[in-house]
């Protein structure tokens, strides 16, 4: 990695670090947690689309095989 990529890279985290500690409180945390919501509702419908679609596969075989 080049050093002015790493320096880059560093300098913006030290950027994130102080701005959530100047607002302080619960308003820092209020994003990582927005965040982790969002993540945990993509999988959950990610699964049940899934569960939805593999279910109608298994009818739509078992209807063309002619097994109930």
């Known amino acids: 990695m080049d050093n002015n990529l ?14 959530l ?6 308003s820092s945390f209020f994003p990582v947690i927005a965040a982790f919501g969002g993540v945990v509702l993509g ?10 679609i593999s279910k109608d596969k298994v009818e739509k075989n078992k209807k063309a095989s002619g097994v109930k």
């Open 21 to 26: 500690s100047a607002s302080g409180g619960k």
């Open 43 to 52: 999988f959950i419908l990610n699964y049940t689309k899934k569960s939805i």
């Open 6 to 19: 790493l320096f880059e890279i560093s300098y913006t985290l030290n950027e994130i670090r102080d701005s």
